[in-house]
C-alpha cells in the first residue's frame, strides 16, 4: 500500500539552529499538510498546501516557518531559528482530493530542541 | 472553529472484552476519521464516515457516525493487547480554503490487560 515517508525520523539540534523535515507524499495526491504534536498533547494543523502554494496556514506557522515542494516529490518544513517549543512530532499529510479522501500521515519526525 | 470531544480519556480493559469510545462535535460533521497511534509514532487510518446513520466495520472495530453527524462511536469487540493505542478522531473542518484540513480531538489511550 502506498504511503507517506518522513525523514529523518529523529532529529536533535540546538536552539536557533536551522532545521528541514522532509517527506514524500503519496505520488498522486495533490493536497499536502504539516500537523505536529508536542507531547502528550493535541494533533494540531500547521499548514495545508495545494498547486504550489499554501492554502492555509495556522496561527502556529509564523514567519519562522516555511513550507516548499521543491521537485514535484518531496514536500519540505523548514524551521529557520528553531526554539525550546518547537520540541514536538512533526507529522507530514497527503490527500488525494478533498471531501471524501482520506488524509494519509507519514511516521512522523520526532524534533527535540537543546 | 470545530471542537471535539472524546470520551474517555482514557480506558483499561480485560482482554476479551468489548469497549467504546466516543467522539462528540460541536458542529456538523462533513468527515469523520479514526486513526490509531502507538505512542510516539504515526497515525495508522481506520475508518471514514460522512453520511449520517453510516456504520463500517474492520476486522474487530466498528465505528458509527449518528443520524446528525455529530457524534461518532468506534465499538472493538472481544478486545486485544494490539489494540492497545491512543485512538484519534479528527474531522473535515470546512476551513473555507480551497483543501479542507483536519481536526482532531485530544484522543483515547486504550490499555488492554492480557
Known amino acids: 500500500e502506498p504511503e507517506v515517508t518522513q525523514t529523518p525520523s529523529h532529529q536533535v539540534t540546538q536552539m536557533g539552529q536551522e532545521v528541514i523535515l522532509r517527506c514524500v507524499p503519496i505520488s498522486n495526491h495533490l493536497y499536502f499538510y504539516w500537523y505536529r504534536q508536542i507531547l502528550g498533547q493535541k494533533v494540531e494543523f500547521l499548514v495545508s498546501f495545494y498547486n504550489n502554494e499554501i492554502s492555509e496556514k495556522s496561527e502556529i506557522f509564523d514567519d519562522q516557518f516555511s513550507v516548499e515542494r521543491p521537485d514535484g516529490s518531496n514536500f519540505t518544513l523548514k524551521i529557520r531559528s528553531t526554539k525550546l517549543e518547537d520540541s514536538a512530532m512533526y507529522f507530514c499529510a497527503s490527500r488525494y482530493r478533498v471531501s471524501g479522501n482520506t488524509i494519509y500521515f507519514g511516521e512522523g519526525s520526532w524534533l527535540t530542541v537543546v | 472553529s470545530q471542537e471535539l470531544e472524546q470520551s474517555p480519556q482514557s480506558l483499561i480493559v480485560q482482554e476479551g472484552k468489548n469497549l467504546t469510545i466516543n467522539c462528540t462535535s460541536s458542529?456538523?460533521?462533513?468527515?469523520l476519521y479514526w486513526y490509531k497511534q502507538k505512542y510516539g509514532e504515526g497515525l495508522i487510518f481506520l475508518m471514514m464516515l460522512q453520511k449520517g446513520g453510516e456504520e463500517k466495520s474492520h476486522e474487530k472495530i466498528t465505528a458509527k457516525l449518528d443520524e446528525k453527524k455529530q457524534q461518532s462511536s468506534l465499538h472493538i469487540t472481544a478486545s486485544q493487547p494490539s489494540h492497545a493505542g491512543i485512538y484519534l478522531c479528527g474531522a473535515d473542518a470546512n476551513s473555507g480554503g480551497s483543501n479542507y484540513k483536519l481536526t482532531f480531538g485530544k484522543g483515547t489511550l486504550l490499555t488492554v490487560n492480557p
Open positions: 458542529k456538523t460533521l462533513y468527515g
